[in-house]
């Protein structure tokens, strides 16, 4: 059997705190979307995006402000949108530059990446935020900056997330074998979908009840409880 030469991770609920970006990243966009919308409509990466969300949402022509509604609309109803994701990341730059948060990550998961990385395991990134996004969030972590433990980032113009397709591509672009390559998430039908495409998978369960009695994957509460050497 092949042995682990990739670590492949989900971020929230796996690295970082659900309630970090629940209740931090998505009402610090909220509340700042309509502004930004207005007054950063007119540069070329948010014209391309804007115009995605009405494509997404099948609007021929739109008003700035449907566009906002749209947008707001999306927040709330968490819709994995690559052009929310993108938007959002961006308004997330501009509150980590003005140090207004840092970035959540389980004190384990630092350590986890860390280590990994000093074993020469290659680490990468899949979640439905955008890779600018991801990059800034490894960046402002309360443990620092941990962009330099990653070889790479992919976000849902990869695919999404719950399709074996999704995985199969990420092993391809990352030129190591699915069996080769550990997913880690809190999702299980996210693992299910990287099994199908050939990856080991591990469930992250840190909600503070431990592992279900039945989770259908290697179960883990902490990235410590994880040996990429015994798969």
Not at 70 to 80: E, P
Not at 83 to 108: N, S, T, V
Not at 141 to 157: I, K, Q, V, W
């Amino acid at each position: 059997m092949a042995s682990i030469r990739a670590i492949l991770t989900d971020i929230e609920g796996t690295t970082s705190s659900i309630s970090f970006v629940k209740d931090v990243l998505f009402p610090y966009a909220r509340k700042r979307l309509p502004a930004f919308v207005v007054t950063h409509a007119d540069k070329p990466d948010v014209q391309h995006w804007l115009h995605e969300a009405a494509r997404e949402a099948g609007l021929v022509s739109a008003s700035e402000q449907e566009i906002i509604d749209l947008l707001i609309g999306w927040i709330d109803a968490d819709r994995k949108s690559t052009a929310l994701k993108a938007l959002q990341g961006m308004i997330w730059a501009d509150g980590y530059a003005e140090a207004d948060f840092r970035a959540h990550i389980y004190p384990d998961a630092a350590r986890g990446l860390q280590k990994w990385a000093a074993a020469g395991l290659h680490l990468y990134v899949y979640s439905s935020g955008s890779v600018p996004a991801q990059k800034l969030l490894f960046g402002n972590t309360e443990a620092g900056d941990l962009t330099r433990f990653f070889s790479g980032y992919f976000d849902t113009e990869t695919g999404p997330k719950r399709e074996p397709e999704s995985y199969a591509r990420i092993a391809a672009a990352i030129a190591f074998a699915p069996a080769e390559t550990l997913f880690l998430s809190d999702v299980v039908e996210e693992l299910d979908a990287a099994r199908a495409a050939g990856m080991r998978t591990v469930l992250l369960a840190r909600d503070g009840d431990g592992c279900p009695a039945d989770p259908g994957h290697p179960c883990a509460t902490s990235f410590d409880a994880i040996d990429p050497s015994a798969f």
